[in-house]
């Protein structure tokens, strides 16, 4: 059984998205063990704190510089014995230091189909907000292993979904969460965490 953190910034129903299929038995080989949030604004906090799970806020701003930012970071994951790290709307860049002290086991969602709609600048609305002005007619969501490229690491899950007529960022955004990133998230989990659990190679 592995520990997992989830790095949130936001309304966390990517978040929701794991806590319940935890319950519903489809991460056997995890447990959310811990919600570290960008801010104490986070709607993500009230969801964690709902469902007994334990959170710590570590604040970009609070520190001189992104190196001292990523030490709090790895100290914080590794005073709480954590395996894995998702990131689920998480907005904050964590640096080399990070990277390293947990290489290839940080996920993350991002709600496109990476390499269209990624990259420095492309998150949230944002994101749906380029596939409507591009034209696509189909995007999605991508899980990925985070590296030192933004969104730039392994690919390990893809979902597609169709661009409806009339479609605002706001109802892609969503039809992209329901369809895709609330399913690929827990998905890509359990596959991280079985692996780390057996011990299998990458
Ligand atoms: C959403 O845009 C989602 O696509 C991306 O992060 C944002 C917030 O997600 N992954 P959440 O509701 O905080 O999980």
């Not at 801010?39 to 992104?66: C, F, M, P, W």
Request: charged share 25%; net charge negative; proline share 2%.
């Amino acid at each position: 059984m592995r520990n997992i953190a989830v790095m949130v910034s936001g309304g966390g129903t990517n978040l929701q998205a794991l806590i319940d299929a935890e319950k519903a038995g489809k991460i056997p080989h995890g447990k959310i063990t811990l919600v570290v949030a960008s801010n104490d604004s986070a709607y993500a906090l009230e969801r964690a704190k709902n469902n007994g799970i334990e959170t710590v806020v570590v604040k970009r701003k609070a520190y001189e510089n992104q190196d001292a930012f990523d030490d709090a970071i790895v100290e914080t994951l590794h005073a709480h014995h954590i395996d894995m790290v998702v990131l689920a709307g998480y907005l904050s860049i964590l640096g080399e230091t990070v990277i390293q002290a947990y290489r290839d086991r940080i996920i993350n969602i991002h709600p496109s189909l990476i390499p269209s709609f990624c990259g420095k600048g492309f998150y949230g609305l944002k994101v749906h907000e380029a596939a409507l002005a591009r034209g696509v007619k189909v995007t999605g969501a991508t899980v990925h292993l985070v590296n030192e490229i933004p969104d730039g690491g392994r690919i390990l899950k893809q979902k597609a979904v169709y661009i409806e007529d009339g479609d605002t960022a706001e109802t892609l955004q969503r039809r992209v969460m329901e369809q895709a990133e609330w399913i690929l998230l827990p998905e890509a989990c359990e596959d991280i965490a079985k692996q780390l659990d057996e011990g299998e190679d990458k």
